[in-house]
């Protein structure tokens, strides 16, 4: 029997994603992404007019499965098909006709972070974290990290991807990243509030706005996400790429040459 990692559900309009694999932090792994691009392509021909990227348990994701990463023989391919894999999701989730509401609670690592950003609308609890931490593994961004650099700005997204700060609600709230910031017992009626005012709107004016606005932030945001992805791949198999997935593995700190 196949193991559910994510639960998706669609009524009136709206179509809900839910990562539903929180006792683990909802990592992301083939299995998770296979079932995450169902969904959003369910979303699709449910002709949804918005969807909401939610997740249960304490974290939104603690990013990719470095355990999975560490066991591949093949790991720059596995990482390659996972990159691939996960960018088709981003890919349909900004191209997409309906406004994506994203909610976040705990911390979203590592691609659980521009998965999150992937969003047209980010709504926060209050104690919500926002970290890359690629580089201190070894890797580069992907997930459509480099697409960051529109909501966030070139010198805040380096300061992200190369020294590791985490970037809190208020911060991301501050950046223009996070529509709404409130307190975590009322981040589900707020994303309710928000979906609801979407779903009475006009869908295709709605629509249109996302388009026209998307296109000038990002005309091609493929090309940056097979750029991630071909940078991530030849990462991976680098020495540094390899002690720093095993270091994370055997907690310890890494030791890296390049």
């Known amino acids: 029997m ?12 709206v179509a809900r994603i839910t990562l539903a694999d ?6 992301i ?12 392509r369910s979303a699709a021909r449910d002709g949804a007019r918005v ?12 990013g990719g499965d470095l355990g999975a990463f560490a066991g ?4 720059a391919g596995f990482i390659d098909d996972l990159a691939e894999a996960l960018h088709r999701v981003v890919s349909e989730l900004v191209r997409s006709d309906a406004i994506v509401v994203s909610a976040v609670q705990g911390t979203a690592a590592g691609a659980g972070f521009p998965l999150a950003a992937a969003a047209d609308v980010v709504i926060a609890a209050d104690g919500a974290k926002f970290s890359l931490a690629y580089t ?6 992907d997930g459509g990290s480099s697409l960051l650099v529109h909501s966030l700005g070139l010198h805040r997204a380096l300061r992200l991807a190369l020294l590791g700060d985490l970037l809190t609600a208020q911060d991301a709230y501050d950046a223009g990243l996070v529509a ?5 017992d009322e981040l589900a009626a707020t994303v309710d509030q928000v979906v609801d005012g979407l779903a009475a709107g006009s869908a295709t004016a709605n629509a249109a ?11 091609t945001p493929e090309t940056a996400l097979r750029k991630e992805s071909l940078s991530i791949r030849t990462l991976a198999e680098s020495p540094d790429g390899r002690e720093g997935v095993a270091a994370f593995v055997e907690k310890r700190a890494p030791k890296f040459n390049g």
């Not at 969807?51 to 603690?62: H, M, P, T």
């Not at 201190?136 to 961004?141: A, D």
């Not at 706005?209 to 005309?219: G, S």
């Open 2 to 13: 196949t193991e559910t990692f994510v639960r998706y559900e669609y009524a009136d309009g």
């Open 51 to 62: 969807v909401v990227l939610a997740a249960e348990g304490r974290f939104f994701s603690v």
């Open 29 to 40: 792994h083939h299995g998770s992404v296979a079932q995450l691009h169902d969904a959003v």
């Open 209 to 219: 706005a996302k388009r026209l606005l998307r296109e000038v932030a990002a005309p």
């Open 72 to 75: 591949a023989d093949d790991v």
């Open 136 to 141: 201190k593994v070894g890797l580069s961004p």
């Open 22 to 27: 929180g006792e683990r932090g909802n990592p």
């Open 180 to 184: 709404r910031v409130v307190p975590a």
